[in-house]
């Protein structure tokens, strides 16, 4: 991750219009995130979230024009499939991948403001717990629920995670949490910017797995 | 898995030596399985099993004549990769795909015998726990023991269970049951050689993820 921090999300433009190579590129990085978490556990997230960029790629790749930005991948899949879509190709695939990404803001977010458990306070679960409250829990039955807080006891502590996620640079834990915030500048924009056109294109769909 | 039970494992020569393009022809029918488990938890193991399948196929096919056997790869990879087998290639995916036939074989193998709970007896936990324990338990650290129990929530009703089997026939239990066995015949013989292959050629992993 300390490739994610130094891979900082491109600025958006004045429209929030997101451009699907660069959006590509600087998603390529996150799947390493998984690793910071430091057990094998996360094997099967980084390959879910994998298949959602391999997805969403070998769409753009098959008409880069055409496809040049992540709405223009929306409107041709709405177009081309009918009642099948949004539950469907690239769109399904980046439905599901914001959900991720947001998950990844939201922990990131909470750690960098500061929140703790008082009682644990070298412990990240209320920062993990809240951001999949706010990211995934509603599209998860029960099992998955119960499957999602046995991993939580897989999470690293507060200091190791912090560590991980400046792998291969000396820095402070402050240093840390400002190279942290400064990564989610812009990645958070881009982040909203997905739900946003999601909400526009009507194009959520709430079914839990 | 009614394509389960109609493609049944070819038998095996008198020196156990198992072809590899019968054997993929074989278990590409597998990952089906547990779509009969009829919950989308097991889509992640889904997955897992087609990684190992696809690995050892990219294997195969880049020189069939030199892969001819299970055990050929085996070997070919012994000599290529020094230390670091047999942590490596297709010799860790058989490894780990041999772990999930297993547990297939209990599974299916308990059902045969009418091994049930009394208590519950449209149940299959007893018998899906027992698979658990004689294929995966030991290779699982206590966090994906805690999911596993998790996930054994989602295992299907023995009735619905059974039906899935059958799927597309009008078949009674009695039926399900001994088509079950006729395919476990050369199914088992064929898992039993596999582990017996990694013993004799001392290629077993005992880690746990
Ligand atoms: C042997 C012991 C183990 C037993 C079994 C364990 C089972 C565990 C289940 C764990 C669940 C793991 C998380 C994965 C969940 C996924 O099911 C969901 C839904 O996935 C989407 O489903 C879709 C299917 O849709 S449908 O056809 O319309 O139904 C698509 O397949 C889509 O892929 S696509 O690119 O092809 O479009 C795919 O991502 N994925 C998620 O929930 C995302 C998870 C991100 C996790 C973020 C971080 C969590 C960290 C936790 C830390 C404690
Ligand atoms: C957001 C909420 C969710 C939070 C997170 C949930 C996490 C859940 C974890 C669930 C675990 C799911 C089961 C998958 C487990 C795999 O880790 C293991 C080991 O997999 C192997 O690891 C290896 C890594 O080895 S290492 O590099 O040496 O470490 C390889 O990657 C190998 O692939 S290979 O082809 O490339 O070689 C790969 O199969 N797989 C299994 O345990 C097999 C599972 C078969 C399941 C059979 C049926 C169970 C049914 C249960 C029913 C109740």
Redesign the interface.
């Known amino acids: 991750m300390a490739v994610l921090l130094e891979s900082l999300f491109d600025e958006l433009p004045p429209d929030k219009s997101i451009d699907t190579k660069t959006f590509l590129e600087n998603v390529s990085h996150i799947p390493s995130f998984f690793d910071c978490l430091g ?3 996360f ?2 997230i980084k ?2 979230i994998n ?1 959602n960029i391999t997805k969403i790629r070998g769409v753009y790749v098959k008409d880069p024009a055409k496809y040049a930005t992540l709405q223009d991948i929306l409107v041709a899949e709405k177009e081309a499939h009918g009642a099948e879509w949004p539950s469907v190709g690239a769109t399904l695939a980046l439905m599901w991948l914001k959900r991720g990404l947001r998950f990844i803001q939201v922990l990131l977010q909470s750690l960098a403001d500061g929140e703790r458990d008082e009682n644990n306070p070298n412990l990240i679960r209320v920062n993990v717990t809240k951001a999949y409250e706010s990211s995934l829990k509603k599209y998860h039955g029960w ?2 629920q ?2 999602f ?3 939580l ?2 999470a690293p502590y507060r200091s190791n995670f912090l560590k991980a996620l400046s792998k291969g640079e000396e820095v402070t834990e402050e240093d840390c949490l400002a190279n942290v915030r400064h990564f989610l500048v812009n990645y958070s924009s881009v982040v909203d910017a997905i739900y946003e056109m999601y909400t526009n294109l009507n194009a959520e769909l709430d079914y839990t ?1």
Do not use: F, P, R
């Open positions: 057990s094998k556990v094997t099967v390959s879910d298949g099992i998955v119960k499957v807080n046995a991993a006891l897989a797995v």
